[in-house]
C-alpha cells in the first residue's frame, strides 16, 4: 500500500444506527491500530456498555474498545478503513442507544512507535516488506505531527536574539530559546498554578492559584449581581414590597427572591399608591389618598394636605379655605366659618346702628313734644 494522504484522525457525530461510518482519507496496517473515543453528550446520548459489565453503561467519555464496541473494516487493504459500532456494546437492558446526533465520535490512526520488521543478509528482498516498513514510518511521522500541531509553540518566523550575530535583526524571540520556551519549576512548585509570562517574556507559573480566585471573582460577581438588583427593588419597585436578592448564580439573577414584609421602595414612598403601604407615600399625603382623590384618607381617618387646605369634606374636620370662607359649618358642628361669624358680627352690627338711630330719634321727638 502506499500513504498519499496526511489524514491520521476523523470525527464524526452519531445518528443513532450501528454504522458502518467512513473514515475518509484513513488508512491503518491493523485494526489495533485505530483508537475510538467517545464524547459522550450533556443529554440524550447514546450509551455504550462499560466493559466486562453489560448491565451498566459507561458514565463519562472514553475510549471505546475495539471487538466490543466497534469493529474496523479495510484495515491493511490499503482502501479507507470504515468503523461499524456492535450493536451487543451499545445494548443497555435490552434498550439498543447508539451514539445519537448529540454524540461526537473522534477516530484516530496510532500506530506503535516500532518497527517489527526484521531484514536478514542475504534473504530474499521483498519489496512488499519494505513497502509496509515506509508506509510504517510515514504514519508515525504523520502522528507527531498531528501531536506538534496541538502543541503550543512558539513561531518559526521569530527573529531570535541569543545569537548575537549581526545576521539575526530584531528582538521578537526576547531572551534566550531555553529560558523562554522551557517550564523549570518543579512539580511541587507548580502545583495549583496557570502557565505565565514573566515581565522578561519568559515562560514560568503563576505565584497563585488561578482557580480559587477565579472561584473568588465568580462569588464576588454573584455577590454583586444580588446587591445590584436589591438595590434596584429598594428604588424603584411599585408592584409589592421590596425583594431580597441572596441567590445568583453563574452571573444569573436569583430566581426566587424573598419579599421584605412591610418594606417598600423609595420610589412608592414617594409617588406609589401600593394598597398595602397604610403609611401612604408623600404624593398621598400631599394630594390625596388611594388614586389620588382629595377626599379620600390617606391612612386611617387623616387627609393629605391637599385636602386640609382647600378641600370641602366635613370628615375631614374643615379644611383651612372652609374654615375661612364655608358660609355652613366646615366640621358639621355648631361651629362657624371666619366668613359667616365675620357676616354674623356685620349683620348684629347694621342692626345695632339701626336701633340706636331709631332710638334717638324717639328721644328727640318725645324732648319736643314735652317742651324740652
Request: aromatic share 8%; net charge negative.
Amino acid at each position: 500500500m502506499t500513504v498519499t494522504t496526511t489524514t491520521a484522525r476523523f470525527s464524526y457525530v452519531g445518528d443513532g444506527n450501528a454504522g458502518p461510518d467512513t473514515a475518509t482519507g484513513i488508512k491503518v496496517l491493523a485494526a489495533t491500530d485505530v483508537k475510538v473515543y467517545w464524547n459522550k453528550a450533556t443529554s440524550g446520548s447514546g450509551t455504550p456498555v462499560t466493559v466486562g459489565d453489560t448491565s451498566t453503561a459507561m458514565s463519562a467519555s472514553g475510549y471505546l474498545t475495539l471487538n466490543t464496541h466497534y469493529t474496523v473494516q479495510n484495515a491493511g487493504t490499503g482502501n479507507d478503513i470504515t468503523i461499524t459500532l456492535i450493536a451487543s456494546g451499545w445494548t443497555i437492558s435490552s434498550t439498543l442507544a447508539y451514539a445519537t446526533s448529540s454524540d461526537s465520535l473522534v477516530v484516530t490512526r496510532e500506530v506503535p512507535y516500532t518497527q517489527p520488521s526484521n531484514y536478514q543478509n542475504n534473504d530474499t528482498f521483498d519489496a512488499e516488506t519494505l513497502e509496509q516498513s515506509l508506509d510504517r514510518s510515514t504514519m508515525q511521522i504523520q502522528q507527531l505531527s498531528d501531536v506538534a500541531d496541538r502543541n503550543i509553540v512558539f513561531s518559526s518566523t521569530l527573529a531570535d536574539s541569543e545569537f548575537n550575530s549581526a545576521s539575526v535583526s530584531g528582538t521578537d524571540f526576547g531572551t534566550a530559546r531555553e529560558r523562554a520556551s522551557t517550564v523549570v519549576a518543579s512539580k511541587t512548585s507548580r502545583a495549583n498554578k496557570a502557565l505565565r509570562f514573566d515581565a522578561n517574556g519568559d515562560i514560568g507559573v503563576s505565584t497563585y492559584d488561578p482557580d480559587t480566585y477565579a472561584t473568588t471573582a465568580d462569588t464576588y460577581r454573584n455577590d454583586a449581581l444580588d446587591s445590584r438588583d436589591t438595590a434596584e427593588d429598594y428604588a424603584t419597585r411599585t408592584a409589592g414590597t421590596v425583594r431580597h436578592f441572596d441567590g445568583a448564580t453563574n452571573n444569573t439573577s436569583d430566581a426566587s427572591p424573598s419579599a421584605q414584609s412591610g418594606v417598600y421602595s423609595s420610589k412608592e414612598w414617594a409617588v406609589g399608591t401600593q394598597s398595602g403601604n397604610t403609611d401612604g407615600s408623600a404624593k398621598q399625603w400631599a394630594l390625596g389618598g388611594g388614586s389620588f382623590v382629595s377626599a379620600t384618607a390617606v391612612s386611617g381617618s387623616n387627609y393629605s394636605a391637599k385636602e386640609y387646605a382647600v378641600g370641602d369634606s366635613t370628615a375631614t374636620g374643615g379644611s383651612a379655605k372652609a374654615w375661612a370662607t364655608d358660609s355652613s359649618s366646615p366640621d358639621g358642628s355648631s361651629d362657624k366659618s371666619a366668613k359667616t361669624y365675620a357676616s354674623e358680627a356685620s349683620s348684629s352690627a347694621d342692626s345695632a346702628s339701626t336701633s340706636a338711630a331709631t332710638a334717638q330719634a324717639t328721644s328727640i321727638a318725645m324732648a319736643i313734644a314735652l317742651g324740652g
